[in-house]
């Protein structure tokens, strides 16, 4: 993000919209557990370990909720309508194309609005995207959760924009 500000400042509002945006139902920390999620199937350590501790600073359960998730989304302790949501961002990682009727119907029958599952897809889809830049460019990626829960902090309280 430091080599190229002037793409940074997109990619960086992309994420704040996503991820930290008031929205009707879908927390923020719901929001970064699904970019964690997506980034975890998609093995990128980087995102994965940095939207993991996003999320864990903001949902009440913390890491442990978080590290449920990754380990089995259908027996990890989230809603009905949340599982329904992973698992219509799992199909998007492995391929758009992936998302069906069924995956879609099942969601909307565990109570999720198309406006959840529209802005799942696209945290999903972007999250393919940010997972193959961070990793194309071979980001470091600290070995310390200390690091990652440092930068969580930074995330909570200023988004996504602060410099």
């Known amino acids: 993000m430091r080599f190229r500000p ?15 945006a008031p929205h009707p139902t879908l927390t923020a920390g719901e929001r970064e557990l699904i970019a964690a ?18 999320a864990a600073a903001q949902l009440p359960a913390g890491m442990s909720l978080v590290e449920q998730v990754r380990r089995d989304v259908d ?23 992936e998302v069906t ?4 119907e099942a969601a909307r029958g565990a109570g999720a609005t198309d406006l959840e599952i529209h802005d799942v897809v696209l945290i999903a889809a972007a999250f393919c995207m940010f997972n193959r ?4 460019l071979g980001t470091w990626a600290p070995r310390d959760p200390a690091a990652y ?15």
């Open 6 to 20: 002037e793409t940074a400042r997109p990619l960086n509002d992309l994420a704040e919209v996503l991820l930290r």
């Open 37 to 54: 999620y997506v980034s975890g199937l998609n093995e990128c350590t980087f995102c994965c370990s940095s939207h993991s501790a996003f």
């Open 75 to 97: 027996t990890a302790p989230v809603s009905a309508k949340l599982r329904a949501l992973l698992r219509i961002a799992a199909a998007v990682r492995r391929d758009g194309r």
């Open 101 to 104: 009727t069924e995956l879609v």
């Open 133 to 136: 830049y961070v990793d194309g």
């Open 149 to 163: 829960a440092q930068a969580a902090d930074r995330i909570v309280t200023h988004g996504y924009r602060a410099d």
